[in-house]
């Protein structure tokens, strides 16, 4: 599966705030610096994941994003849907039209498949994600979290 950028900053953005929870809110400058994602990239991502309340902004100093739910009650399913990036594997993306208006012979395979990879993202909250950071058990992922503030 090749996920887009879109797709993969959104996980990044909301894992960094997961890291941060209980800490106050935090920036969207402050995301931008610690992850290599530009900011009006940030802005865009986050006016989606705050229609579907998966982020809460304050206003005026001192303010930032929080989760809107909490870590656990937010998959990653619903963060790559949230931003509209879902990865559809069926060339009709799935209208069953891919070969001269009808179903090719291949097309439950990809369909399948997209399913498979939905429900694994699905399975898999916030909260799984840092406690596999911070050497918690549970899944067996490997990524590169980078911590910008001291705990």
């Not at 619903?78 to 097309?107: K, M, P, S, Y």
Request: with cysteine; aromatic share 8%; glycine share 12%.
């Amino acid at each position: 599966m090749r996920l887009s950028t879109k797709g993969r900053y959104a996980v990044t953005a909301m894992l960094d705030l997961a890291l941060h929870s209980g800490k106050g809110p935090v920036t969207l400058a402050e995301i931008s610096a610690a992850q290599g994602i530009s900011l009006s990239y940030l802005e865009q991502l986050f006016a989606a994941l705050r229609a579907k309340q998966l982020v809460r902004g304050v206003r005026g100093p001192g303010g930032g994003y929080y989760l809107g739910k909490a870590p656990e009650d937010i998959s990653i399913a619903n963060i790559i849907c949230a931003v509209d990036e879902w990865v559809e594997f069926t060339r009709c993306g799935g209208r069953e039209n891919c070969r001269d208006g009808q179903r090719c012979l291949t097309h439950h395979l990809w369909d399948q498949l997209s399913d498979q990879i939905f429900q694994f993202l699905s399975g898999i909250s916030l909260r799984d994600l840092v406690d596999q950071g911070r050497g918690g058990s549970g899944l067996n992922l490997e990524f590169d979290i980078k911590e910008r503030r001291a705990a």
